[in-house]
Every structure is written in structure tokens, then in C-alpha cells.
């Protein structure tokens, strides 16, 4: 499985950005997709993420937000983010999770977006 991302950049607080994710490869019909971000000296967080359904969860500290979009027939998953703040500085993730029928899974990340808040 391979995952492109992209359009992270630079942006004044207040801002907004959509990250993009194209999915590739053996993507299994039970999946997650996702985005994660990784501040320095952080620990990798999610984001928010998407299964095939258009069921969505987000931590309650992203919720209002970010918002994750998913075409599914594309393998492909967005990320709205508005009303950027400087804590929102980070390397966005993206990820794909293929699930078995026993319920173990495996993970496949992609490159990494930097997304930069900053005035």
C-alpha cells in the first residue's frame, strides 16, 4: 500500500488548508483511513478518520474544526482544516488501515505534509 499526501504549506492563523491523500496498492474493502499529526516533542495524534460507510470519529479536540471527507471509489481521503491555529503546527499523516475478519489489522502511513501556522 502506498499513500501520497499532499497540500500542506504555510498559513496565517485563522486560515485554511485541505490535505489531500491518495491511496494505492491492496486496500483491503474493511479499511479505516485517517489522519494523524505529529508536533516536535509530540507524540503522534489523530486527527480524524473515515471508513468506507461514511461513518467519521474525530477526538473531541478536533471536533468544529477539521473536517475528513473520503472517495471511496478513489482510495482517496481530504482533510478541511479551518480557522487554523499556531498549535495546529505539525506533520499531517495520513493513514490507511486494513482490517482482517479476526480483527487484527495492519497499518500502512504515508510521507508526511507539514502544515506551518504561523503569522
Known amino acids: 500500500v502506498q499513500l501520497q499526501a499532499s497540500g500542506g504549506g504555510s498559513v496565517q492563523p485563522g486560515g485554511s488548508l485541505r490535505l489531500s491523500c491518495a491511496a494505492s496498492?491492496?486496500?483491503?474493502?474493511?479499511?479505516?483511513m485517517g489522519w494523524y499529526r505529529q508536533a516536535p516533542g509530540n507524540q503522534r495524534e489523530m486527527v480524524a478518520n473515515?471508513?468506507?460507510?461514511?461513518?467519521?470519529t474525530y477526538p473531541s479536540s478536533m471536533k468544529g474544526r477539521f473536517t475528513i471527507s473520503r472517495d471511496s471509489a478513489k482510495n482517496t481521503i481530504y482533510l478541511q482544516m479551518n480557522n487554523l491555529e499556531p498549535g495546529d503546527t505539525a506533520v499531517y499523516y495520513c493513514n490507511v488501515r486494513n482490517i482482517w475478519n479476526n480483527g487484527s489489522h495492519q497499518d500502512y502511513w504515508g510521507q508526511g505534509t507539514l502544515v506551518t501556522v504561523s503569522s
Open positions: 496498492g491492496s486496500i483491503f474493502s474493511r479499511n479505516v
Open positions: 473515515s471508513a468506507p460507510g461514511g461513518s467519521t
